[in-house]
Antibody, heavy 119, light 106 residues
Framework: QVQLQESGPGLVKPSETLSLTCTVS????????WSWIRQPPGKGLEWIGY???????NYNPSLKSRVTISKDTSRNQFSLKLNSVTAADTAVYYC?????????????WGQGTTVTVSS | SSELTQPPSLSVSPGQTASITCSGD??????ASWYQQKSGQSPVLVIY???KRPSGIPERFSGSNSGNTATLTISGTQALDEADYYC?????????FGGGTKLTVL
């Protein structure tokens, strides 16, 4: 059974870069889209972007200028970098698998990791 | 990118039917998914491809999508269905989420 685990610093200073990694266990990265989603406290889900196993990426237009998603197939990991963070980037960050056979539904999610932007 | 609109909240009595709507421009031409998120937990996919249920999701969850509106229907709502529900569309290789609906069962 595929499982996802987010990891990274829980506290980031304003103007710095938020970096998170999602480790995929129990399955391969190949054949799927791998997304990052965030949820500010008390608010809804916001899609950040995804990387396909072929390395192609797509980002939320509202975040595109600050986001980079990459992958390391040898480690079965994919990563998120969000630069120039502000307090508005404080959120629970989730990684998730999107399955083409499920018409791009996100069928596996990580437990989420809380990132606070504060000095 | 397109926007998806959901009612912020919905209340139903146990055993009744809950219908949660998701509206967006020509949403019926896209594929809609629905997620359930209980307090403090990660979202769970309950409907994909407008109306299909992943394995393990009870039959009381169903979906439809036509015109500008997708609907998640929970028949015989139970107390354990109390959660936030989010629609999501795949639009031109981009993901869009609705704002979420808080379902209260009382």
């Amino acid at each position: 059974q595929v499982q996802l685990q987010e990891s990274g610093p829980g506290l980031v200073k304003p103007s710095e870069t938020l970096s998170l990694t999602c480790t995929v266990s129990g399955g391969s990265i190949s054949g799927y889209y791998w997304s990052w989603i965030r949820q500010p406290p008390g608010k809804g889900l916001e899609w950040i972007g995804y990387i396909f196993y072929t390395r192609s990426t797509n980002y939320n237009p509202s975040l595109k200028s600050r986001v980079t998603i990459s992958k390391d197939t040898s480690r079965n990991q994919f990563s998120l970098k969000l630069n120039s963070v502000t307090a508005a980037d404080t959120a629970v960050y989730y990684c998730a698998r999107q399955t083409p056979e499920l018409y791009y539904g996100m069928d596996v999610w990580g437990q989420g990791t809380t990132v606070t932007v504060s000095s | 990118s397109s926007e998806l609109t959901q009612p912020p909240s919905l209340s139903v009595s146990p055993g009744q039917t809950a219908s949660i709507t998701c509206s967006g421009d020509k949403l019926g031409d896209k594929y809609a998914s629905w997620y359930q998120q209980k307090s403090g937990q990660s979202p769970v996919l309950v409907i994909y491809q407008d109306m299909k249920r992943p394995s393990g999701i009870p039959e009381r969850f169903s979906g439809s999508n036509s015109g500008n509106t997708a609907t998640l229907t929970i028949s015989g709502t139970q107390a354990l269905d109390e959660a936030d529900y989010y629609c999501q569309a795949w639009d031109s290789s981009t993901v869009v989420f609705g704002g979420g609906t808080k379902l209260t069962v009382l």
